[in-house]
């Protein structure tokens, strides 16, 4: 299976603050990352696919990067709403695998 | 829109299957491939398995030995069965239509949830 890491697991940050989230993987998988932002008690909701392509509805301060193993979220400037858990998710081969999550919270 | 839901008993005792149901409103099961994800109480999403509307499936091989995911396209529903439940697959069962465009696929959108408790 590839492993995906996340890092770091946890940040804190103020509104406004530009966030940056990396994921890795263990072997390359080319562009085929998705990102996902999951609140307490909520199910995931598809941000970035394709590890670069804005899922309609998305606002445009989030942004995705990076090809082969190292790929990265970027919010650009923190929102109240914002404050969640993202995960990375590689859609390369089966089976498809996750990011262990990293959790923004409210400095 | 689309929208998801998950139903089926929120307590399954060891060693018993644990039965899902994910029912589709807002649009048809035809077309696409569906999936079961879980997450464990604080920790990560894990990959459970595809259908595709023609009925064919992958599973992850971590649990293929005891799942089965089924489809029933007239009532716009599919399942999931995972028999000899233990305490390690207590979780947030999710179910999810697999998007996809050029070569990529993703899941969105998601059901909201259920919690399965293995207990006696």
């Known amino acids: 299976d590839i492993q995906m890491t996340q890092s770091p697991s946890s940040l804190s940050a103020s509104v406004g603050d530009r966030v940056t989230i990396t994921c890795r993987a263990s072997?390359?998988?080319?562009?085929?990352l998705n990102w996902y932002q999951q609140k307490p008690g909520k199910a995931p909701k598809l941000l970035i696919y394709a590890a670069s392509s804005l899922q309609s509805g998305v606002p445009s301060r989030f942004s995705g990067s990076g090809s082969g193993t190292d790929f990265t979220l970027t919010i650009s400037s923190l929102q109240p709403e914002d404050f969640a858990t993202y995960s990375c998710?590689?859609?390369?081969?089966?089976?498809?695998?996750f990011g262990q999550g990293t959790k923004v919270e409210i400095k | 829109q689309v929208q998801l839901q998950e139903s089926g008993p929120g307590l399954v005792k060891p060693s018993e299957t644990l039965s899902l149901t994910c029912t589709v409103s807002?649009?048809?099961?035809?077309?696409?491939?569906w999936s079961w994800i879980r997450q464990p109480p604080g920790k990560g999403l894990e990959w459970i398995g595809n259908i595709h509307y023609s009925g064919s499936t992958n599973y992850n091989p971590s649990l293929k030995s005891r799942v089965t995911v089924s489809i029933d396209t007239s009532k716009n529903q599919f399942s999931l069965n995972l028999s000899s439940v233990t305490a390690a697959d207590m979780a947030v069962y999710y179910c999810?239509?697999?998007?996809?465009?050029?070569?990529?696929?993703?899941?969105?959108?998601w059901g909201q949830g259920t919690l399965v408790t293995v207990s006696s």
């Open positions: 999810a239509r697999r998007g996809s465009g050029a070569s990529h696929n993703w899941f969105d959108p």
């Open positions: 998710q590689q859609s390369y081969t089966l089976p498809q695998t």
């Open positions: 072997q390359s998988i080319s562009n085929y």
């Open positions: 807002g649009g048809s099961i035809s077309g696409y491939y």
